[in-house]
């Protein structure tokens, strides 16, 4: 039986990137075969969270695939059918922006843009400092996008913080199962504090 395909597109919100790689193994570990895509700067990028060499060996050594990180190479995900989901994790408010307002000049934008064309589900993980002043415009068009779902979001940090929103990204499984059956993953706010990989990362 085929494997069910999930395109993962990750974006550059930096800060995210170790807990994210956990969920791709873990979706790698259910059984899915995992497509990576890189934005611009998610694949060019040198931070203090992790540098650009070292985020690709780990998706290769996850995934068993390369990352694709070029316009060329994303056009073809819908025409191909590459893709059974979609999940753009993290999403920042940038790539929020660009995707609300049909600017797809990134390789996870134009990939985006691709796998929608065959009605599939597509997923969000936001991390976003914006989430609750600038993005929040874009979060609500998003929600009532067809087809868009959304892995369950808190405030970070509500104290220093509190326009900031980041996805809990160990929902990311069940938001996928979720997705792929047409549903939206209840609750879609996921209470105030830090989130459990949050937690376990500080102790």
């Known amino acids: 039986m085929k494997k069910t395909t999930i395109g993962f597109a990750m974006t550059g919100s930096f800060c995210t990137f170790e807990v994210v790689l956990k969920q791709m193994e873990e979706l790698v570990r259910r059984g899915y075969e995992v497509l990576p895509i890189l934005s611009f700067n998610a694949g ?3 931070t203090r969270f992790m540098t650009a060499e070292h985020l ?10 390369p990352p694709i990180d070029a316009l060329q190479d994303a056009e073809p995900i819908g025409p191909k059918r590459m893709t059974d989901l979609y999940l753009i994790a ?5 790539t929020l922006a660009k995707l609300v307002n049909g600017i797809f000049d990134t390789p996870v934008l134009l990939g ?3 796998h929608l064309r065959n009605e599939r589900p597509l997923v ?7 989430g609750l002043s600038s993005a929040a415009q874009n979060i609500g068009k998003l929600l009532m ?5 959304f892995v369950p979001f808190r405030q970070d940090d509500p104290i220093k913080k509190p326009r900031s929103l980041v996805a809990d990204f160990s929902q990311i499984p ?9 549903v939206q ?6 209470g105030t504090g830090a989130s459990e990989e949050k937690k376990e990362s500080v102790k």
Do not use: F, H
């Open 90 to 94: 993290p999403a920042s408010g940038n």
């Open 174 to 182: 069940k938001t996928i199962s979720a997705a792929l059956c047409g």
């Open 44 to 46: 060019r990028l040198d």
């Open 56 to 65: 690709r060996e780990r998706i290769v050594e996850i995934t068993g695939n």
């Open 112 to 114: 985006a843009k691709s």
């Open 185 to 190: 993953l209840q609750p879609m706010l996921a």
């Open 145 to 149: 996008w067809r087809n868009c779902y």
């Open 124 to 130: 969000l993980a936001v991390s976003t400092n914006d």
